[in-house]
Nanobody, 126 residues
């Protein structure tokens, strides 16, 4: 599957952004998905992950209560709604996916994904 991320931009602290990731080429309902981010001089880290049906979700502690991941299999898309943004959320955000036979599985490590979007930059000013 090919992924195209969009929706990044510059916002002030406390603001909101919605990232979108469009998938093409395959039936997205058989794919896990996730959002990762990479800040300057830091490792790429998981932000949120979702199983193929959208019923199982993982969030890293630093975004719990502020970010929401969702998946629309009819539109072949995954989204990340980001509210109450903080300067430390500044990073390039990447969507990722992988085909799976299990609906019970949520993948949270980089090595578990084999398709990546190109990244979209989110900048939060104080």
């Amino acid at each position: 599957v090919q992924l195209q991320a969009s929706g990044g931009g510059t916002v002030r602290a406390g603001g909101s952004l919605r990232l979108s990731c469009a998938a093409s080429g395959r039936t997205f309902s058989t794919y896990l998905a996730a959002w990762f981010r990479q800040a300057p001089n830091k490792e790429r880290e998981i932000v949120a992950a979702i199983n193929r049906s959208g019923g199982e979700i993982y969030y890293v502690d630093s975004v719990k209560g502020r970010f929401t991941i969702s998946k629309d299999n009819a539109k072949n898309a995954v989204y990340l709604q980001m509210n109450s943004l903080k300067p430390e959320d500044t990073a390039v955000y990447y969507c990722a996916s992988r085909r799976t036979n299990s609906d019970a599985y949520v993948a949270i490590s980089r090595s578990e994904y084999d398709s990546w979007g190109q990244g979209t930059l989110v900048t939060v000013s104080s």
